[in-house]
């Protein structure tokens, strides 16, 4: 049994070998909220019965049916390579950098058979704990923020072939306590733009956004499948768009930027300052080269300091591709 709220539930998580074969969760996180849904296309029949005055309930039918979901969650340290895989696609083993530190690097990439099986258990006031479940999981899109004493949060959209409640509750295996598992942080941040490679820090941010959407065709069902979805495979322009929030300090930090038609490459860099071994630190980057910023200028809105939102839109630079990289403990995703 478990405590009757959400202090007893879970959260975990496992690649797929195959897409939409199920993989027990062996990965937990300790996240902060979390909605796993079934999704159906039920419709009703309109036959007319003579006497009849309702629609029949017995021809109410579903012809299709599949799963979707949310996760909110502090972006942690380690164990969410898999996490950063699917989104980004591709084929990803983390590289061995000394002693017990490993970069993971997640360029932009086809998501093609880049799948999870993921769960929570939720309890009911009893402490019973009813099992959630998508199987067959794309993460179809991802929000990231960050702001003046704020922890890095993460939100994931994803979409699967299928929902269940009848499957076993894994058992939860965390990983180990601070420092190994503290969140990336405002403390940690570091904004960089700049030509690519070369980019130089910035002063006066005082918080970020970034959203990265992968469209997939998330509606492809056929005959012969039992109302069952195709895998998604990706249909649309990758969109990364975002703000920054910044201190007016010099105007060609952001406001040249937005005033011409060419890119700029943009880090966002969270390093904490415990090391993992050696020199090397727990990281959360992404680089974002193709940077676009919205035409805008700072006004003057009142007696107080000037600051002012920056938006920004991602558009490839012909070479280089959007990337998530990460330091850290995790030897596996």
Same mark, same amino acid.
């Given at each position: ?44 029949? *309109? ?23 949310? =996760? ?14 699917? $989104? ?7 590289? $061995? ?44 899109? @991802? ?6 004493? *704020?922890? $890095?949060?993460? %939100? ?7 929902? %269940? ?9 965390? %990983? ?9 942080? /405002?403390?940690?941040? @570091? ?7 070369? *980019? ?7 918080? +970020? ?23 998604? =495979? ?33 880090? +966002?860099?969270? =390093?904490?300052? &415990? ?5 090397? /630190? ?13 035409? &805008? ?33 995790? %030897?596996? $995703?």
């Amino acid at each position: 049994m478990a405590i009757g709220s959400g202090l007893g539930s879970q959260f975990g998580f496992s690649a797929e070998t195959t897409w939409a074969t199920r993989v027990a969760p062996a990965k937990f996180l300790r996240a902060k909220t979390y909605t796993l849904s079934r999704t159906s296309g039920e419709i009703q029949g *309109e036959g007319i019965q003579t006497g009849n005055f309702g629609d029949l309930a017995s021809q109410y039918v579903e012809p299709i049916s599949g799963g979707a979901g949310q =996760v909110t969650l502090d972006v942690p340290q380690r164990g969410a390579g898999v996490i950063w895989n699917t $989104l980004m696609g591709g084929t990803v083993t983390p590289v $061995l950098i000394s002693g017990t530190s490993y970069t993971g690097t997640f360029p932009l990439a086809d998501t093609l058979n880049k799948s999870m099986t993921v769960q929570t258990g939720n309890p009911r006031r009893d402490g019973t704990v009813v099992v959630h479940e998508l199987t067959g999981t794309k993460v179809i899109g @991802a929000e990231f923020t960050c702001g003046m004493g *704020e922890i $890095l949060t993460c %939100s994931l959209d994803l979409d699967a072939k299928a929902w %269940s409640d009848a499957q076993t509750l894994a058992t939860a295996a965390y %990983s180990a306590a601070a420092p190994n598992d503290n969140p990336f942080s /405002f403390r940690d941040m @570091a904004v960089k733009v700049g030509t690519f490679g070369a *980019e130089a820090a910035v002063t006066g941010v005082r918080g +970020i956004n970034v959203k990265i959407d992968r469209p997939h065709d998330t509606n492809d069902y056929n005959a012969n499948t039992g109302g069952a979805k195709s895998q998604q =495979v990706l249909n649309g322009a990758t969109q990364i768009t975002g703000s920054i929030s910044a201190d007016w300090l010099d105007k060609a930090t952001f406001q040249d930027k937005a005033n011409v038609t060419t890119s700029t490459s943009m880090v +966002i860099e969270f =390093v904490q300052a &415990t090391a993992i071994s050696g020199a090397n /630190f727990p990281t959360f980057r992404l680089t974002i080269p193709g940077v676009i910023f919205t035409q &805008t200028t700072q006004g003057v809105e009142g007696r107080q300091e000037l600051t002012h939102d920056w938006s920004f839109r991602w558009a490839y630079d012909g070479t280089n591709q959007p990337t998530i990289t990460t330091i850290s403990a995790d %030897s596996t $995703l």
